[in-house]
DNA sequence: CAGTCATAAATTATGTGCAATCATTGTAGA
DNA sequence: TCTACAATGATTGCACATAATTTATGACTG
């Protein structure tokens, strides 16, 4: 028995957890605030027992981020989310996560491998009804590949799609079918990478990237 | 004779001229603020006739892009840049730029083909002691390329990273015969850009920013 | 005498409350 | 029904109080 169910995913990514920033990032990753929704600062100073300008301050910051825009003298809210935003983000990834994952194949060692198996074995075992903890398998896996990688400004940025992703799935289902799939893609990244193929890590790694785009994609079109 | 002159680089990447945001961040890419110095929220107040909050405000937007640290309870600073900051920077333009020039090759009309051609000219007619005014033509060659792409994140990502370049730019010199090459590769750009001939541009792109990173950190290194 | 450490003062960051401005909503009148 | 106007609510910017850090000063030690 692993612990990765005693660590949660946010405890893992971020280094500050309870302050205004992380508690709002949070927020919106799970989906309490979605796309557009107005971030008014005395409410947020409210939930989160604070004042006004650390809520300021930690909005401005998710500004920069990508995740809330500001409209003059009338506020913030949620960025905007819609079909091409995920598309975006996913044509980002498929960028970025082949150059991170050349790093990790040339220069991982046995522990990781280890540690991504536990992962997969932990994703298997899981029921379908438990959507949440999936998808923070699945970052969770792609994070142990990226989170050694030398380029920090390259993670970071990873980090933060990543975020928009969950933002973006947040309140929406996933298939049986769907979990399986990915869980197969996963296995089929793992094996090249104990070899070190990179062509055939990356070739697995895109095709994962571009199968979960398409799938939400598709379920983005249909839940109109 | 164009009038390319006229118009500022900064007042053609951002729509919101004259906020603090703006202008901390116009300070930092001419080199005004350097990397590591200390962003005193007191200092800058003054300097931009405004009180603490407002810059508050616009130092964690920029922490929020990366270009900005905060040290808890020892306020914020410049993002120390050093050569493998450099490296990052490069190594994301060389994922980002093909990315985005793909689109330009397909989509572009004459027009556009044209302002480059002229960016191109007032390159050539500059004599080497205007080094910023070359640094901004370079910049708005690529930005004239990039501008209209449909993956919006990605643009304003680019955008980013190439101010984080001028800043650590800011304050080193130019050879001439730099300036010389880099007009070249200018030139080998454009070329199969007419035929759209996408892999040919791509290589003379990719080209151009490996060469420049290659300079760029051959200079930083001897400048220690 | 030089260097180091501890202590004190000044400076700065952080958080709170408050006025003014702007946007939005609702209402009354044409 | 549309327009003008008033009232409400929120954003924005500012001044202040507190807490932390950095800097400066002086004493002590090798």
Redesign the interface.
Known sequence: MTDNTQESLFSRLFSEPGTVYTRLLEDIARGVFVSGDRLVTTALAQRYATSI?PV???L???????LVSFQRNSGARVMHFEY??M???Y??LQ??EP?LLDWFIEEHTEAPLARLEALLEEMKALTTKDVDRFKELDTLFHWEMYRHH?????V??WKRQRLRLLALHANMPISGSRIQTAIDEHEAIIAPLRQRDKTAARAALVQHIHSGGDYWSRLVRSHR
């Open positions: 300008n300021r301050e930690a401005k910051q998710l500004q920069g981020e990508g091409t935003t598309r975006d983000v044509e980002l960028l970025l150059y030398y380029n920090r400004d390259v970071d940025l």
